[in-house]
Every structure is written in structure tokens, then in C-alpha cells.
């Protein structure tokens, strides 16, 4: 996804090399499918409800964030999407603790994952704030 207006960006001294995030993304996705599938069949729509709904929403924000930074060039709105991916996820975790705990367990890489992005996506933004950057 990366192009000449990505490689133009001031990037803070710790951003990863891209290598980096190609498996690290595989690995968490696979882990969010097992998780998908752990409380469905733990809880079911009955008793995880706000669970799945939240599950969905983390996905849905998750799906948006590269199309936002990457193809509209709005940094700052795909920092506002990833603190809310972050909130909803860590939301998602929370409801799952009470009906599926393994769900839960298999989203805290995840968090911690979402957690690193959100503070790389704010110094990205903070970096390259005067260029348009959205916001």
C-alpha cells in the first residue's frame, strides 16, 4: 500500500521497517478469527450480544483505518478511527472477559498491536501536521 506520498511522510525514528506488519497483521487476524469463532460458540447471540456487536465495530473501524490513512491521505481521521478501533476493542475485550474469557485472551495481542499503531498514527500526524494531513 505504501507510494510516493506514504515514502514523503515524516516517520518517526521508531517506525517499524514494512516488513514488519505484513505477518504481525496475518498472526492477529487469525487470532481475531479464532477469537470470532470462540465467542459464538461460547455465548451465542443471546448472552454475547454486545459482544459480537462490539466484535463487528472493531472489525468495521479495522477494515477502514488503511483506506483512510493510505488512500485518502487523512491522517489525522485514521487517528481518530484507531482510538476508536482501540476503544472498541478494548470494549470487545471486556464484554468477552464475562462470556467467552478465551475470546478475550486472544484479543490482547491484538490490543497491544492497536495500542503501538495508535501512537505511531499520532506522531505520523503530529509529524506531518502542516501537510494537510487531515484535521
Known sequence: MPDAWFDGLVKPSWNPP?????P???MLYILIAIAAFRLL???GWSRGRW???LFALHL???FLWPWIFFSRHAIGWAFVDILLLWAA???TIVLCWRVSFGSA???LPSFVWVSFASVLNGAFWWLNRGDSAGL
Not at 18 to 22: C, K, S
Open 51 to 53: 459482544a459480537i456487536i
Open 89 to 91: 476493542l478494548g470494549m
Open 105 to 107: 485472551l486472544l484479543l
Open 60 to 62: 468495521v473501524l479495522n
Open 18 to 22: 514494512a516488513w514488519v506488519f505484513g
Open 24 to 26: 504481525v497483521w496475518t
Open 41 to 43: 460458540q461460547d455465548a
